[in-house]
Structures are given as structure tokens and as C-alpha cells.
């Protein structure tokens, strides 16, 4: 085979996002890569904490040609499950996974990109980068200057309590990861400290369906884009402050605080050796309540004007966040590990800094770069709300290989 | 001829302008970034006078219509003359505006027409602190309370989102919640 091979398009990362778009390729008897760096579905292999489970139902993980076919439905499938899953949706089409080749570098260009790899070079008329959203994960400044002596943990890096350093632990973050780890760690008995900004509180379950049954039948996880308001805004909000456990239990900050997890406001930096706690709790707590009691009277409205009402439980509503005395800064040498659970930005060294934001973020409009015949798929709130969900990809792929196919075909017209 | 039955909400705030600016500053973030500055002078005693007059913001330098002072002194039981607010008060003074300005543009935004805001502040502090006598005491407020009377448009939840996302959205609210490296040097 020569160097560099040559292809119609060259697809970065075989996760749900790479493959839905294969699919969607391979329908349209496009010649495509798929260019994976592990095996399919690496980061749910690698890059998940033992216990994960998805936020999502198992109903809702639909991709182009593929749905659950499992007798579970309702239930919240492992992190294994999940990578299970996709490698039988790869075999399902012959999907044309290369797997164990890391990208280098992507060379953009007209009418032809480079995608420099170290198996080789491809020549590409079209490139869709499909490497997920947590890639590489975002800490504040001030954890390179905190103490060497205390273990510092990303999501991506945590298994279980027990490879976590003996003694107190501060979690930073209460979305899905930090409440989830936070509360692992505190039923395994572990001095817990979770540092709270904002955030956002759902129920696991409500009125007897599942919060996400709610959000999709209102539409809510199908709003695009380009309809909403402060798009940017809607694409910074964090994970749902959820956990999916077989027996569906809520998590939130009262239940944390029950499991014996001590509250603080957000971690914003260390003077003196102790760490500094915002003393915004009481307002950020509020701010989650009151979107939590929005939320449940979309979910109201959706249920009474849609006549489902009576086939639904009892209208009802959380108990409010209960806020303790503030504690405002901590000792750092009682800490023994911090997991920031801060959120991500996409792992691209291999992508033109042209084409990132001030903060590494790729530039997009609804997944299409600014440069012709580039791509990227499964970011929070790409296309629409659901945009970085298994059941978001393939909707978005069926959408992107509309715009690529126009683009191989405008350029292979004759000039 | 034109009716309409969207209620005119005038809370005296240029919502327009706002986001026509949170607009261009997203474009040119350079612009965005603004240094406020004051200048104190001590007169007597604990009595001190402070000014602020020009700013740097959108680029440029800016001038205040004219130049703004407030004095500020100790009260009497601290033998002093009382010549005005203490500077923690003025604190206080300061997070109480701050909230009610945003809180007006935010009820703005929203359609909420507001006819009357009122807001006690109470700081709460160990003095003890202050003069030296138990080191274990801070300085300065270890807790604000800031209760607010509304009388506007809106149900209770709507107006407790308009003081929510005002403090969201508040430097002063920041600046006393949230620790600021300060450098004070003698030139």
C-alpha cells in the first residue's frame, strides 16, 4: 500500500460518534477510515470508573440502524455494557475500524487534508474528528501549586475508592462525576469534602418515569442549536447532577450530605496553605432548586396538556437543598486527595490551533469547521441538546453526512 | 392605529444596551477588560476621603460625569468623629447596590415590572477581631445577611430567581464570597 493511502473521508475515534457517522457512510456507499487510536469504544474502556453506569436508560442509546434489543429497557447499562454494545454495532456493518493508530497530525487543505498518522499518512477529501468531548480534563489554575504531597484524581483517572490516597478527600465539582465519585467514596467510608458550584439537580425519577423519558418526551433533548438562546451558554452547562443505579435512586446534595459527605461551596483557590471556599453555596443551591421546580413544571404542563396525566404518579416536589453553617476554608495538610471533577475540554493536540477557541474548545457551527471538508461530532449541544449523548450522535451523523456528501460532491465537480 | 397586550416593563434599565454590549464584547474581548481605580486621602485622625474619577474600560480611558467621593471615618464609641460610613459599612453599602442594580436589570430582562425594592444588610462581626484580643477572630464579617423586600409583578419563585441570578451575576457578591489577591506596597 502506498503512503500517503488515499480516502473520500478519514473518521478520528471509533466511539458511538465515529461509528454512527461509518454508518451513515457506508449507506451512502461513501470510501471511508476509521482511524482509532485503542480499540472501539476505547474510552468507555479505559477512561471509566469501575462502578459507571449511564445517565441515560437503556432504550435511549438508538444510533443509525441499531437499537436495544435487550430485555432491560429501563435499566442503566456499564460502562463495559456500553463498550460491548458498540463493538457489536461495528461488527453489525463491517464498520472500517483501524484500530491501535494514533493521529498525529491534521494537515487541512484543498481540496485535500492530511491526516498523519503513526501508521502512515492518509489523504482525505473530508475529516471528521469523533474523539469525544472529555478528553483532556480542565483544573483551575492553582492545582499546580497546591501541596505535592496531596494525590490529585480526574474523572478519567479514578477507579475506585481504593485507589484513592488514605485519608480525607475533597471532591471539586457536584455534577454527575463529582456527586457520583463523592458518594462512592463516602459509602465506602471515606472523609468526604464535596466543593459545590453551579449545578444542576433533576430527580432520577418523576411522577413514576424516568427524568430523561420526561426530557425527550417534551422535546427538550431535540432542541437545536440554532434555536435556542446563548447557545454558547446551553453548550457550558454541566452534566445532569444524576447517577443511574439499578434500584434508580436520586443523588443529590441532601442525599450526600445523609451518606455523611461534608458540603462546601466551590474550591477557588489556596492562601496559606488552606484551601478557600467560595461563600456562594446558599445561592448556587438556590439557583439549582429553583430550575429543578421549572423544570418539573414543564414536565406538568407537558403531562396535563398531553392527557397522559392519569397513567402518571402524583405531582410532587424535592425537598429543598438543605445548606448547613458555611465552612469557608479548610486546612490543605488534613486533605490527603482532591478529584477534580471540573469538567472536560476535547483532547485534540493533533488539530490546527486555527481551528480551536481561546479556551481549546474546537470552533463549529453545528459540528461543520470553518475549514471545507471538516467535521466533528458528539460535543455538548452540537446540534441539539442530546448532541453528546449515544443517543445524540447518530442524529447528528445523519445530519453531518448530508452536508459532507454535498461537499464530496461539489468537490469532485469538475471546476 | 396599533394595539398591544404585552405589558410595557420600565424599570428604568437599558436592557438593550446591555446586550448590545455583552454582544460586542464577546466579539473584541480585549475591550471587556476594564481597571477601576480610587484614590484616598487621610484628613484627620480615622477620617479619610475617597475619590473616584476616571476608569479604563472598552480600550480607553474613561471619566465618571464627575468626580464621586465618600468619606469615611469610625463612629463615636470608637472615639472617633464619625465623619461618615465605616469602611466595612461602606462594604455593605456597596454589595447592597450592587445587588439592586442587578436585580432591576434583571427583572427587566424578564418583563417584571418592579415598584418598590428594598434590601437590609447586616454584616456580623467579632471586634475582638479588629482590636487584637483573640487571634483566633477575623477580621473582617464572617457572615452577611441581606434580606430584600419586593413588591413587583411576579410570583414569589420568579422574583427569588431575580435575586438568584443577581448574585450570580454580582462583582460585589464576588468579591466578598470568593478570595482576591490584594497587594498593598508603600512607593
Known sequence: ??????????????????????????DRSIDHVVLERGETANAWRTERWDSLRLLTPNWMSRLPGWTYRGDDPDGYRTAGEVAQDLDAYRRSFDAPVRSGTSVLKVVHGSPWHLVETDDGTWRTRAVVVATG???????????????????????????NPSGVADGRVLVVGASASGAQIADELARAGRDVTL???????????YRGMDVHWWMDAIGQLDERYDEVEEIERARRLPSLQLVGSPERRDLD?????????????????????????????????????????????????????????PELGAVSRPAPIRVGPPVLETDLRS????????????NVPWLDPSLLDRRGGI???????????????????????????IDGAGFDAIELADHLAAHLDHASSPR | ???????????????????????????????????????????SGTHSRTTVDGFFGLGADQQHREPHQVETDHPEIFASADQGPTPPELVLMGLAGCLSAGIASVAQHRGIQLRSVKATVEGRMDVAGILGIDPEVRNGFDAIAVRYEIDAD??????????????????????????????????
Open chain 1, 1 to 26: 500500500m502506498g503512503d500517503p493511502r488515499t480516502t473520500d473521508v478519514v473518521v478520528i475515534g471509533a466511539g458511538q460518534a465515529g461509528l454512527a457517522m461509518s454508518r451513515c457512510l457506508t
Open chain 1, 133 to 159: 468531548a472529555c478528553g483532556t480534563p480542565r483544573r483551575p489554575s492553582f492545582a499546580d501549586e497546591l501541596p505535592g504531597s496531596i494525590q490529585q484524581l480526574a474523572p478519567i483517572e479514578y477507579r
Open chain 1, 195 to 205: 466543593a459545590v458550584g453551579e449545578h444542576v439537580r433533576l430527580p432520577r425519577s
Open chain 1, 253 to 309: 446534595l441532601n442525599t450526600l450530605g445523609d451518606a455523611g459527605v461534608s458540603i462546601v461551596g466551590r474550591f477557588v483557590g489556596e492562601r496559606a496553605g488552606r484551601a478557600q471556599f467560595s461563600g456562594s453555596l446558599a445561592n448556587v443551591c438556590a439557583l439549582a432548586d429553583l430550575k429543578l421546580r421549572r423544570q418539573l413544571d414543564r414536565f406538568d404542563e407537558f403531562a396535563a396538556e398531553s392527557g397522559l396525566a
Open chain 1, 335 to 346: 486533605i490527603s486527595a482532591i478529584v477534580w471533577a471540573t469538567g472536560f475540554r476535547p
Open chain 1, 363 to 389: 470552533v463549529h457551527d453545528g459540528g461543520v469547521l470553518p475549514v471545507p471538508g471538516m467535521y466533528v461530532l458528539g460535543l455538548p449541544f452540537m446540534r441539539r441538546r442530546k448532541s453528546s449523548f
Open chain 2, 1 to 43: 392605529m396599533s394595539t398591544t397586550d404585552i405589558p410595557t416593563v420600565d424599570n428604568g434599565v437599558q436592557v438593550d444596551a446591555l446586550l448590545g454590549a455583552k454582544a460586542q464584547l464577546s466579539e473584541v474581548r480585549e475591550a471587556a477588560a476594564f481597571t477601576f481605580r480610587a484614590t484616598n486621602e487621610w484628613i
Open chain 2, 154 to 187: 411576579a410570583d414569589a419563585d420568579d422574583l427569588r430567581a431575580v435575586v438568584a441570578q443577581s448574585q450570580k451575576r454580582s462583582a460585589v457578591f464576588d468579591i466578598v464570597t470568593n478570595p482576591t489577591a490584594v497587594v498593598v506596597e508603600l512607593v
